[in-house]
C-alpha cells in the first residue's frame, strides 16, 4: 500500500502496490519515502498501517481516491466539494475536454 501526499492540495491518497500512478523514482519535489517541497510517497505494509500514518500526521488534510487502483467507493462529497469551487462556465470547460473529469459529471454533447 502506497500513500500520496500532496501539500498544494493538502491531500492525502491511498494507492495499491500496482497502481500506475505510483512512480518508481523521486521527482523534483515529491520524494518516495521521504518528504520534499510538495509532498512524497511513502510505502506501508497495509491499508491500516498507512490510515494510522495519514491520521497521526495529517489530520487537516483531505483523503482522496484513486479511479485507477481504488478498491473503495469513491468519497461523493468530496468529488462535490471539489465542484463547488469552480464556476458553472469553467466546469463545462472541463466537461468537454479534461479526460480526467468523471464520466457522469462530463456534458452529454
Not at 492540495?9 to 520534499?36: A, Q, R, W
Not at 479511479?67 to 461523493?76: N, R
Amino acid at each position: 500500500m502506497w500513500i500520496n501526499i500532496d501539500k498544494p492540495t493538502k491531500k492525502v491518497t491511498l494507492h495499491e502496490k500496482h497502481c500506475s500512478f505510483v512512480p518508481t523514482t523521486d521527482s523534483k519535489y515529491k520524494k518516495i519515502n521521504n518528504m520534499g517541497r510538495d509532498g512524497g510517497w511513502k510505502e506501508f505494509k497495509n491499508r491500516e498501517e498507512a490510515l494510522r500514518f495519514y491520521g497521526d500526521n495529517f489530520p487537516e488534510f483531505k483523503r482522496g481516491f484513486c479511479y485507477s487502483c481504488g478498491t473503495e467507493e469513491p468519497p461523493k462529497n468530496e468529488v462535490k466539494l471539489y465542484y463547488d469551487d469552480i464556476s458553472e462556465k469553467e466546469l463545462e470547460e472541463l466537461r468537454k475536454y479534461d479526460s480526467n473529469t468523471p464520466w457522469s459529471m462530463r456534458s452529454k454533447d
